[in-house]
């Protein structure tokens, strides 16, 4: 592993999305609160698993709000570079397959935190949430906030322009998200929904994420990390094979 390159590449990559934090990390915590805030008042008699509506809803927007930023952070980035013309950048250095995805990967996972960490310090004075599992948060925080950042590559590198990465964020991954759970409880939707939300990997993302907060009475949190786990591995696998063979970048 060339330890300067992959330091090099990482320092890049973090203090590309720094440089204009008010953008990445603030914009994002700010617009979570807005939700919180919008919806609670909307919704304001309504109850999940015997809590307040805005206690329930709180972590689903924080996870929500580091996934969709882990996915922004790596497909921006790649898409940015091809659009700018210096990807060549990242394909003459002698980089090896797997340390360009770590380093990707590690820098969207520093993005996701900062933002779930800020939103939560910007709902506290609003919810009555606690850590009741903290080896929860850490697992579905990052096994998360990974496989965004996995989607993201491919995203990134199969765009071609904004306009292709703007479909993906409206038609794939904001509708997964919403419908994973974030503003409602699964356990009241009617067959085949029912099934159908148990095959979306953001409701484990959430659901499992949400447990570590308040008490859900949740019993698929093995079954969520097993299957995220899978799903990250596959991603995994299928970002080795797109950068190996220079698919979308190359030519």
């Given at each position: 592993?060339?330890?300067i390159?992959?330091?090099?590449?990482?320092?890049?990559?973090?203090?590309?999305?720094?440089k204009?934090?008010?953008?990445?990390?603030?914009?994002?915590?700010?617009?979570?609160?807005?939700?919180?805030?919008?919806i609670?008042?909307?919704?304001?008699?309504?109850?999940?698993?015997?809590?307040?509506?805005?206690?329930?809803?709180?972590?689903?927007?924080?996870?929500?709000?580091?996934?969709?930023?882990?996915?922004?952070?790596?497909?921006?980035?790649?898409?940015?570079?091809?659009?700018a013309?210096?990807?060549?950048?990242?394909?003459?250095?002698?980089?090896?397959?797997?340390?360009?995805?770590?380093?990707?990967?590690m820098?969207?996972?520093?993005?996701?935190?900062?933002?779930?960490?800020?939103?939560?310090?910007?709902?506290?004075?609003?919810?009555?949430?606690?850590?009741?599992?903290?080896?929860?948060?850490?697992?579905?925080?990052?096994?998360?906030?990974?496989?965004?950042?996995?989607?993201?590559?491919?995203?990134?590198?199969?765009?071609?322009?904004?306009?292709?990465?703007?479909?993906?964020?409206?038609?794939?991954?904001?509708?997964?998200?919403?419908?994973?759970?974030?503003?409602?409880?699964v356990?009241?939707?009617?067959?085949?929904?029912?099934?159908?939300?148990?095959?979306?990997?953001?409701y484990?993302?959430?659901?499992?994420?949400?447990?570590?907060?308040?008490?859900?009475?949740?019993?698929?949190?093995?079954?969520?990390?097993?299957?995220?786990?899978?799903?990250?591995?596959?991603?995994?696998?299928?970002?080795?094979?797109?950068?190996?063979?220079?698919w979308?970048?190359?030519?």
């Amino acid at each position: 592993m060339s330890f300067i390159g992959s330091v090099t590449l990482f320092n890049k990559e973090v203090k590309r999305f720094l440089k204009v934090y008010q953008q990445t990390i603030v914009a994002p915590a700010f617009t979570s609160l807005l939700f919180l805030l919008v919806i609670n008042v909307a919704l304001e008699e309504r109850t999940a698993y015997k809590l307040n509506y805005i206690d329930f809803l709180a972590p689903g927007l924080i996870v929500m709000g580091m996934m969709q930023n882990a996915f922004a952070n790596t497909s921006s980035s790649l898409l940015s570079s091809k659009v700018a013309g210096n990807i060549v950048d990242l394909l003459m250095p002698p980089f090896r397959v797997n340390e360009i995805i770590i380093v990707y990967c590690m820098a969207a996972i520093i993005r996701a935190s900062l933002v779930g960490i800020l939103t939560f310090l910007m709902m506290t004075p609003f919810v009555n949430i606690e850590l009741l599992n903290f080896a929860n948060l850490i697992i579905f925080s990052i096994l998360g906030s990974l496989l965004l950042s996995l989607i993201g590559l491919v995203a990134g590198i199969w765009a071609e322009k904004f306009d292709n990465m703007s479909a993906i964020t409206n038609f794939v991954i904001t509708p997964l998200t919403f419908l994973s759970g974030t503003f409602y409880s699964v356990d009241r939707l009617k067959e085949p929904f029912y099934t159908i939300s148990l095959y979306n990997p953001f409701y484990y993302i959430i659901d499992g994420f949400r447990s570590s907060l308040i008490y859900t009475g949740s019993e698929s949190i093995i079954n969520g990390i097993v299957y995220i786990t899978a799903l990250n591995a596959i991603m995994y696998l299928i970002c080795y094979y797109i950068l190996k063979s220079g698919w979308k970048l190359k030519s």
